[in-house]
């Protein structure tokens, strides 16, 4: 239950994103995302004994890393590790990815106790770095600095 309430509020913070996005592409992949994270939801939700009557496919993964290739190739290289924030839209991506993460930690530890298909594990896996990189073409597109971060002085 808590993976896939992971997957619903994921899917939560996406929709706000989507409402803030003004490239219509980008939107229109993550109203895609979305749908497949309807998909994820009933596959963790199917009990493992009984077959789910959706699958994430290969081709679902493929399409993902095709996206970040895409958004990655438009951005300058990276410099530095970079802190979370530097436009509104990018937050929200920043924020989308950590719940990504903790969605990913849920389904690692339902996988220890029953078996999670693997294109589940793999396509929330590189989810998360999508919204990394989709957070730094927001920036870039809002023409705002990344914030990029340095050791604190003392």
């Given at each position: 239950?808590?993976?896939?309430?992971?997957?619903?509020?994921l899917n939560s913070h996406i929709g706000l994103l989507t409402?803030?996005?003004?490239n219509k592409e980008d939107k229109a992949f993550l109203q895609h995302?979305?749908?497949?994270?309807?998909v994820v939801g009933c596959e963790l939700?199917?009990?493992q004994?009984?077959?789910?009557?959706?699958k994430l496919l290969e081709s679902d993964i493929d399409?993902?890393?095709?996206?970040?290739d895409k958004t990655d190739a438009v951005l300058p290289k990276l410099s530095g590790f970079v802190m979370q924030g530097g436009s509104r839209c990018a937050a929200i991506s920043h924020i989308c990815r950590t719940v990504c993460r903790r969605a990913e930690r849920c389904i690692c530890e339902l996988n220890a106790v029953e078996a999670v298909e693997s294109n589940v594990l793999?396509?929330?896996?590189?989810?998360?770095?999508?919204?990394?990189?989709?957070a730094r073409k927001?920036?870039?597109?809002?023409k705002k600095e990344e914030i990029f971060w340095h050791k604190p002085c003392k």
């Open positions: 239950m808590e993976a896939y309430g992971t997957i619903d509020e409402e803030e996005v003004v995302v979305q749908s497949l994270l309807f939700a199917t009990e004994e009984k077959e789910s009557p959706h399409k993902l890393e095709k996206e970040i793999i396509y929330i896996n590189r989810l998360s770095d999508y919204f990394f990189v989709l927001l920036c870039l597109a809002e």
